[in-house]
């Protein structure tokens, strides 16, 4: 089993900026392709970026190309997303999860990730 906790979430005015950290517990995740997802009010659960078990691949939701990057720590354990330039869009609950070792199911479908953390709010102001 694996679990997953996010942090570094909070309010932050358009334009700045935030990272969020996801440390992974109960065994390694260097050898899982790790994503983010967001969720706002009223909305479906949607793809922000992942980072595959390679190391090799990273992907991006149009919405956040030029602004966020995925990035992870294997000796911490830890999966990051560095967030800039922040526009109210941006606005939900973001996710951490992580593929099954190995895994080479699409990155950017929630089904095909086995583990999630709680969540951790960010809120961009306008």
């Known amino acids: 089993q694996v679990q997953l906790v996010e942090s570094g979430g909070g309010l932050v005015q358009a334009g700045g900026s935030l990272r969020l950290s996801c440390a992974a517990s109960g065994r390694s995740v260097s050898s899982s392709t790790m994503g983010w997802f967001r969720q706002a009010p009223g909305k479906e659960r949607e793809f922000v970026t992942a980072?595959?078990?390679?190391?090799?691949?990273?992907y991006y939701a149009d919405s956040v190309k030029g602004r966020f990057t995925i990035s992870r720590d294997n000796a911490k354990n830890t999966v990051y997303l560095q967030m800039n330039s922040l526009k109210p869009e941006d606005t939900a609950v973001y996710f951490c999860?992580?593929?099954?070792?190995?895994?080479?199911?699409?990155?950017?479908?929630?089904?095909?990730?086995?583990?999630w953390g709680q969540g951790t709010q960010v809120t961009v102001s306008s």
């Open positions: 980072l595959s078990w390679t190391g090799y691949s990273t």
């Open positions: 999860a992580a593929q099954k070792p190995f895994g080479v199911a699409v990155a950017s479908t929630p089904s095909n990730y086995n583990y």
